[in-house]
């Protein structure tokens, strides 16, 4: 697997490029909900339906728990952009003997409470329009080997309304994890449960 290899430069850069690209193609940005850092390793869900998704969790680390970034990241993509990894992307290669060693490596990161890992448990990039998700089982395995994680959700979606650049919506969720919990099929149908309660409240926007 490739491992992250912080480097403090392309840090400093993608922070201060990843604000600035959000800022630029997107007309607002409104988030509803919220995180509070707490002393605990912060393992972060998200929905993952465009190339954005990655910068999304750096973009909301940043501006709500301002921990050490990394990201699950599929190993043919991470090799083909390997700067990503100075910025906190490590990889995983699912169906081969290293996806163990991948899911150890998160787990291992968890046992921080400086740092932040984001994963997309659904694997494969799905339309923004799909209203249910089925995770993989990695999920479950990184919940019982670190179980004291703050274990985070969010949902983003996208909307034009009358403006030519799309306005960006966030919302979050803390789960109340429990240490019974960590079975794949629940943490997949907390999120879902809660991508509908997001998908209810966003149906309900005007411009």
């Not at 291992?108 to 694997?123: A, D, H, R, T, Y």
């Amino acid at each position: 697997m490739i491992t992250a290899q912080h480097n403090s430069l392309v840090t400093c850069f993608f922070n201060w490029y990843i604000l600035r690209i959000i800022r630029n193609d997107f007309h607002s940005i409104t988030v509803s909900g919220k995180w509070e850092s707490k002393p605990a390793g912060s393992l972060v869900i998200g929905n993952h339906f465009s190339w954005w998704d990655g910068f999304f969790g750096l973009y909301l680390n940043n501006r709500f728990l301002k921990k050490h970034f990394f990201v699950m990241m599929l190993e043919s993509q991470l090799q083909r952009r390997k700067m990503f990894s100075k910025a906190g992307a490590f990889s995983v290669n699912p169906g081969s003997r290293s996806i163990v060693e991948s899911l150890n490596y998160a787990a291992c990161l968890l046992e921080s409470k400086e740092n932040m890992v984001l994963i997309f448990p659904q694997g494969i990039l799905h339309s923004l329009y799909n209203t249910r998700f089925s995770f993989a089982s990695g999920v479950e395995k990184i919940l019982r080997k670190k179980p004291s994680c703050q274990l985070l959700f969010y949902v983003a979606m996208v909307d034009y309304f009358s403006n030519r650049k799309p306005s960006l919506f966030f919302y979050l969720k803390e789960v109340n994890s429990d240490e019974d919990d960590f079975s794949t099929e629940n943490v997949e149908n907390l999120y879902n449960t809660f991508y509908a309660e997001c998908l209810e409240k966003h149906a309900q926007r005007t411009e």
